[in-house]
Each structure stands twice: as structure tokens, then as C-alpha cells.
């Protein structure tokens, strides 16, 4: 069955440091989305991608994030200057097409430490 | 905007018992409405799904029925099992979009033999 990947599955950075947070599809979804979880708290939306450009994005989603699908199949969250409140799980979402009823598909996470 | 409670874990239960996890929503509009489960190590996976008032989603044995009227999404299980264990979130999304997930904190169910 397809399932959606992130690497690295640990990164552990120190604060200031960018980092580039990896996820690949599903290969025919059009919908890619990226969320994050502190720990002990709820899973947070940050942003959403299609046809090459956000969709949506949170509050959270500041100019230090962007992202990007610099090939067919790669879809990056870049952090440009990682702050210690970073820290958190980070997953990487995608949905076939436009419909609500439509499932989001995850990826198994990557945990971002800032020290 | 939109919001998801849950009941706040962890939920300790003994293999075969009965298993309820509260869900409420705030939303306007007919939102979907999801319960997504992580198991220890694992990413988020759909566990059931709910599209519209009166909709009963099912999987594995568990249920949850869409109420309107109370604005809930509780998800029942008859008889836990220990593979059981892990954590549970209620999710809504807003109909007509392909918009964000809204979760609810995650309840983390204990189930020992």
C-alpha cells in the first residue's frame, strides 16, 4: 500500500541552525500539507500546498518556514533559523484530490530537537 | 473558528472492556469528522471517518456516529484488546475544501491483560 515517508526520522540541531525537514507523497496526490506536535500538546496545522503554492497557512507559519516541491516527488519544510520552541514532531500530510470526505494521508513524523 | 475537544487521557482499561472516548466539535457548517490513531513509534493513520449527521464510521470494531444535535464524534469500542494501546485523536475538517485537519489534544488508551 503507498504511504507517505519523511527523513530524517530524528534531527537534532542547535538553535539559529537551518534545517530542511524531507516528505514524499503519495505519488498521485495533489494536496501536501505540513503539521507539527509539541510534545504533550495537539497536532498543529502549519501549511498547505498545491499546484506548486500555499494554500493556507497558520499563524505559526512565519517567515522563518517555507516550503517547497523542488521535484516530482519531494516535498521540504525549510526552518531558517530554528528556534528552542521548534522543537516538536513534524508531519507531513497528503490528500489525493479536492473533496473534504477525502482522507489526509501521514507520514511517520520527523522529531526536530533545537538545543 | 473551529475546535476539537477531547477527554483527557491517559485511559487505563483491562483487556475486553468497553471502551468510550469523548469527542466534541465547534464548527459551522457540516464538517467531516475523523478519529485518527498513533501507535507507539508510528505516524498518524485514519482510523474512521464520518461525512455527514447521523454517519456512523467503522473499523476494526470501533464506532463513532456523527451527532448534530450534540455536536459530538464519541469513538466506542465493545471489547479492547492490549494492540489497542496508543493514542487517539478526534479531527475535523470543514466541508467543500480541501482544507486543513483540526485535531483534538489525543487521548492515550492503556489497555492492560
Known amino acids: 500500500e503507498p504511504e507517505v515517508t519523511q527523513t530524517p526520522s530524528h534531527q537534532v540541531t542547535q538553535m539559529g541552525q537551518e534545517v530542511i525537514l524531507r516528505c514524499v507523497p503519495i505519488s498521485n496526490h495533489l494536496y501536501f500539507y505540513w503539521y507539527r506536535q509539541i510534545l504533550g500538546q495537539k497536532v498543529e496545522f502549519l501549511v498547505s500546498?498545491?499546484?506548486?503554492?500555499?494554500?493556507?497557512k497558520s499563524e505559526i507559519f512565519d517567515d522563518q518556514f517555507s516550503v517547497e516541491r523542488p521535484d516530482g516527488s519531494n516535498f521540504t519544510l525549510k526552518i531558517r533559523s530554528t528556534k528552542l520552541e521548534d522543537s516538536a514532531m513534524y508531519f507531513c500530510?497528503?490528500?489525493?484530490?479536492?473533496?473534504?470526505?477525502?482522507?489526509?494521508?501521514f507520514g511517520p513524523g520527523t522529531r526536530l530537537t533545537v538545543l | 473558528g473551529n475546535s476539537v475537544t477531547q477527554m483527557e487521557g491517559p485511559v487505563t482499561l483491562s483487556e475486553e472492556a468497553f471502551l468510550t472516548i469523548n469527542c466534541t466539535y465547534t464548527?459551522?457548517?457540516?464538517?467531516?469528522l475523523f478519529w485518527y490513531v498513533q501507535y507507539p513509534g508510528e505516524g498518524l493513520q485514519l482510523l474512521l471517518k464520518?461525512?455527514?449527521?447521523?454517519d456512523k464510521g467503522s473499523n476494526k470494531g470501533f464506532e463513532a456516529t456523527y451527532r448534530k444535535e450534540t455536536t459530538s464524534f464519541h469513538l466506542e469500542k465493545g471489547s479492547v484488546q492490549v494492540s489497542d494501546s496508543a493514542v487517539y485523536f478526534c479531527a475535523l475538517t470543514p466541508t467543500g475544501t480541501a482544507s486543513k485537519l483540526t485535531f483534538g489534544t489525543g487521548t492515550r488508551l492503556q489497555v492492560t491483560l
Open positions: 500546498f498545491y499546484n506548486n503554492e500555499i494554500s493556507e
Open positions: 464548527a459551522t457548517g457540516y464538517p467531516s
Open positions: 500530510a497528503s490528500r489525493a484530490n479536492t473533496y473534504s470526505t477525502d482522507t489526509q494521508y
Open positions: 464520518a461525512t455527514k449527521a447521523d
